[in-house]
């Protein structure tokens, strides 16, 4: 059940050792300042690297359309839905959160289809941010044809591989051949058929569908490179550095991080009736403060945390160049109270049970995750 047909579009490459800096993500308004910081700090690694950003919301699309920023493609949701009318069919029965991960497979192929070509093309979550050139991590993928990424959960949160799965979907590389399609195609259609924000029958989303990859398909590249991957699940098992003006993680050079579970506040989110809140930290800009379900060591914060702000920052203002008053993705005090509500009931039902909001799934991407999904 191919978008178009059953037959894969365009041509097939043969195998290469290396892959062209091609890469897609998605994002609503609620998250394009984090997906303009993705496209920067790809920008600053690899100025050739050509990012297709797939916009779930009318409003992203359209600050994109009026940037013009180069190497950027910014593509309408109409557009996806109309290549791919069986995820548009989809949409009535999944949340914003839900539909979004239904996606991710699609715009995948929607770019394989839509670019004859492209050799290969790597999904990224909108909510990384790169320290280093992704050549190590293409340069492992070798002769393969799908390289993923585990989470390698630290000691501490290794419990939650059952339920969250092995893998994370913050990168994924599809190479144009037999191998590649296939595993593509099989996951678009799982996804199709079930892809919600519940545990059911060694399902989750659309991650956990990639537990037995290596197993199921031939041409598959787990990735080693401990600075491909680096998150709040799993640093405290790594040893962080900086050595001539890099950031390093133990030995290997730190090439992209996950900002999971970051919420960005309104400033006048600090102050919440008569009190003021101490749990939340300020941007060195001032223009917003922050939280992190997963609070970095003073050494993280420095080397990992403040140059991701900072380049949040200076996506606000860049946003704001033709939408003055965009506050999209900032939380409220009203929001802070909701979010610390949730986490004293959800760490007193925890013993017990359980949650979904304990999950160590990604939350970047929609609307609907900023406040309440994941952990």
């Known amino acids: 059940m191919s978008a178009e047909s059953s037959q894969p579009s365009g041509r097939v490459a043969s195998l290469r050792p290396?892959?062209?800096?091609?890469?897609?993500?998605l994002f609503d308004s609620k998250y394009l300042v984090r997906g303009l910081a993705l496209y920067a700090s790809l920008r600053q690694v690899e100025p050739r690297a050509q990012l297709r950003a797939f916009c779930m919301d009318d409003r992203a699309y359209n600050v994109l359309a009026r940037l013009?920023?180069?190497?950027?493609?910014?593509?309408?949701?109409?557009?996806?839905?109309?290549?791919?009318?069986?995820?548009?069919?989809?949409?009535?029965?999944?949340?914003?959160?839900?539909?979004?991960?239904?996606?991710?497979?699609?715009?995948a192929r929607y770019c394989l289809d839509c670019e004859p070509d492209l050799?290969?093309?790597?999904?990224?979550?909108?909510?990384?941010?790169?320290?280093?050139?992704?050549e190590p991590l293409f340069a492992e993928l070798a002769d393969n044809s799908i390289q993923i990424v585990p989470h390698r959960y630290a000691p501490e949160h290794r419990h939650m591989e059952p339920t969250s799965g092995i893998y994370n979907v913050e990168w994924v590389t599809f190479r144009r051949d037999q191998r590649g399609l296939e595993a593509l195609d099989w996951w678009r259609e799982r996804c199709l058929e079930w892809c919600y924000y519940r545990e059911e029958d060694g399902k989750l989303?659309?991650?956990k569908y990639l537990d037995d990859w290596p197993e199921r398909f031939e041409g598959v590249s787990v990735l080693q490179h401990v600075g491909g991957g680096l998150a709040p699940w799993n640093v405290s098992a790594y040893t962080l550095s900086e050595r001539d003006g890099r950031v390093w993680v133990d030995d290997a050079p730190l090439v992209f991080y996950h900002y999971h579970s970051l919420k960005l506040f309104h400033p006048r989110a600090r102050h919440m009736g008569r009190r003021r809140s101490t749990h939340l930290h300020s941007a060195a800009s001032g223009s917003f403060f922050?939280?992190?379900?997963?609070?970095?060591?003073?050494?993280?914060?420095?080397?990992?945390?403040?140059?991701?702000?900072?380049?949040?920052?200076?996506?606000?203002?860049?946003?704001?160049?033709?939408?003055?008053?965009?506050?999209?993705?900032?939380?409220?005090?009203g929001d802070f109270a909701r979010l610390t509500v949730r986490s004293t009931l959800g760490d007193a039902v925890s013993h017990v049970r359980r949650l979904p909001g304990s999950l160590h799934f990604r939350e970047s991407r929609s609307e609907s995750m900023t406040p309440a999904d994941g952990d």
């Open 290 to 333: 922050w939280t992190s379900n997963y609070p970095p060591s003073r050494l993280e914060e420095r080397l990992v945390w403040d140059p991701y702000l900072a380049a949040v920052n200076r996506a606000f203002e860049l946003v704001r160049t033709v939408e003055p008053n965009f506050a999209d993705g900032f939380l409220t005090s």
């Open 205 to 207: 989303g659309d991650q």
């Open 119 to 134: 050799e290969a093309i790597t999904y990224v979550d909108s909510d990384i941010h790169f320290f280093s050139h992704p």
């Open 68 to 107: 013009r920023l180069p190497r950027l493609t910014a593509i309408p949701l109409g557009d996806l839905e109309r290549h791919d009318p069986w995820l548009a069919a989809a949409k009535a029965d999944r949340t914003q959160l839900e539909y979004c991960w239904t996606a991710t497979p699609c715009i």
């Open 18 to 25: 290396r892959v062209p800096p091609d890469f897609c993500t």
